[in-house]
C-alpha cells in the first residue's frame, strides 16, 4: 500500500487553525491545478503532407502562433535532427490541450489542408536575370501579383533555378502565369537590348582576334 504522506506543523497553538485552514486550501489548489493538467494533456496527431507545413507555420512562425492563441492549443510539428531530418514520421502533426478545443483544432486544420490540397500549382521557367525585376523593390512587384490574383508566387532560393512556382486557385494561377509570362517577355527584351550593346571585355576581344588569326 501506498504509504500515507503527513505535514507536520509547530508554532503557537492560537495560530494552528488557521495555518491548518491555509494547508487545506493549497491542498485543494494543488489537486485542481494537478486535475487541469490531466485535462490539458489530451491530445490527437494529424498526419498532414509534409509540404503544407511551411504554410501552418508562417514567416517566423506567425501563423502557427495566431493558431495557438486562436484556438488556445499547442501545436507541434515534427522534431529535426542535427542534418535537418525528421527523427519520426515526418507528416505527424501534435495538437494538445483540452479535449473540446483539440478537437475543433483538429476539425479546423483538416479543413485547412482540404482547401490546400484542391488548390492548383503550377511551374514556370523564367529566366534568373529577370527575377529581381519580377519581384520588384522590397517585394512591391510580386505583392501586387499575389494580391491582384489571389495566388502565392515563390520564386527559388538558388539564384541559378528558373522554376518560379504559383500557387490557388485553377484560374487565377493561369491568369497569374500569363501575366508573368508577359512581364518576363517584357524584361528579357531588355536584357537582351542591354547585352548586345554591352562592350566587349578586353580578354574576350583577344580571344576573338585568336580565333580570326588562327582561321
Known amino acids: 500500500a501506498e504509504k500515507a504522506k503527513c505535514l507536520v506543523v509547530k508554532g503557537l497553538r492560537a495560530s494552528m487553525d488557521a495555518c491548518k485552514a491555509e494547508v487545506a ?13 490531466a485535462l490539458r494533456s489530451f491530445n490527437v496527431e494529424v498526419e498532414v503532407a509534409a509540404k503544407h507545413h511551411a504554410s501552418f507555420i ?5 501563423v502557427i502562433q495566431k493558431m495557438r492563441d486562436d484556438l488556445s492549443v499547442q501545436f507541434d510539428f515534427p522534431k529535426l535532427d542535427k542534418s535537418g ?14 479535449e473540446d478545443k483539440v478537437l475543433a483544432a483538429q476539425k479546423y486544420l483538416l479543413e485547412k489542408v482540404a482547401a490546400l490540397d484542391a488548390l492548383t500549382t503550377k511551374e514556370l521557367n523564367i529566366d534568373p536575370r529577370i527575377h ?69 571585355k578586353p580578354q574576350q576581344t583577344a580571344i576573338e582576334a585568336a580565333r580570326v588569326a588562327n582561321q
Open 85 to 98: 531530418n525528421p527523427t519520426g514520421n515526418p507528416n505527424m502533426i501534435k495538437i494538445t490541450g483540452y
Open 25 to 37: 486550501k493549497r491542498q485543494v489548489d494543488l489537486d485542481k491545478d494537478k486535475a487541469d493538467r
Open 58 to 62: 508562417g514567416k517566423g512562425g506567425a
Open 132 to 200: 529581381a525585376r519580377i519581384i520588384g523593390g522590397r517585394g512591391a512587384g510580386i505583392k501586387k501579383l499575389q494580391d491582384s490574383f489571389s495566388v502565392r508566387i515563390n520564386f527559388p532560393r538558388d539564384k541559378d533555378s528558373s522554376v518560379v512556382t504559383i500557387v490557388g486557385d485553377a484560374e487565377n494561377v493561369e491568369d497569374a502565369a500569363e501575366e508573368i509570362t508577359a512581364l518576363a517577355e517584357e524584361f528579357m527584351v531588355d536584357v537582351v537590348e542591354r547585352e548586345a550593346t554591352k562592350p566587349a
